[in-house]
């Protein structure tokens, strides 16, 4: 079985928290195994508990719409949450429920190596950029981590609330293509 295969496997059998007791399926990621660009969101929404598959949402189709428009196809770049389980009512994960799953996403990153890692929201730049991290400021702005170009935008979701923030996606979406294409990757 394919390393990643193996890894997917071992989520959807994971009952290292409460969670995997009460999701519907495990939402371990989607696209390219050796995309060069990643999106790493906090946790999976109902919509993603009942597929299985991150960001199939009204956040993942803005976030289509934010890929298409700047040429980049979503089959070819990787998405994931460090939780790979839904929290009840969507609400933020529970410290010891990120320290339980976050070894999963580590081990996805090793395995696609992907040269941009980008974070979909506060919650996820805290988690792996600093923890201090201030979405309204610090977006869009590029942080090396562990060997790897990390930088965080507004979680989509975020953008369903307050739409005023849609331009400095766009923006920041552009950006992120503008560094892709520097660093050589595929998209």
């Not at 371990?28 to 109902?46: H, I, K, R, S, Y």
């Not at 070819?76 to 839904?86: D, E, S, T, V």
Request: contains cysteine; glycine residues 8%; charged residues 30%.
């Amino acid at each position: 079985m394919e390393a990643m295969e193996l890894l997917a496997q071992q989520c959807a059998d994971c009952k290292k928290c409460p969670l995997g007791a009460t999701r519907t399926k495990s939402v371990f990621g989607t696209g390219n195994p050796d995309a060069d660009l990643m999106f790493v969101g906090e946790a999976p929404g109902e919509q993603e508990d009942l597929t299985g598959v991150p960001f199939v949402g009204r956040a993942g189709q803005l976030l289509d719409k934010y890929l298409f428009a700047v040429d980049i196809q979503r089959k070819n770049i990787y998405i994931a949450n460090f939780l790979k389980c839904r929290p009840p009512e969507n609400r933020d994960p529970k410290p010891e429920e990120e320290d339980a799953c976050i070894g999963y996403l580590r081990e996805q990153v090793k395995l696609i190596r992907p040269k941009i890692i980008v974070c979909l929201g506060r919650i996820s730049a805290m988690r792996l950029i600093k923890e201090d991290f201030k979405i309204t400021k610090e977006h869009g702005r590029w942080f090396e981590k562990n060997g790897y170009l990390m930088t965080a935008v507004y979680h989509p979701a975020a953008l369903l609330r307050d739409p005023r923030k849609k331009e400095d996606m766009m923006q920041d979406m552009k950006r992120i293509k503008a560094k892709l294409e520097e660093l050589g990757g595929k998209f």
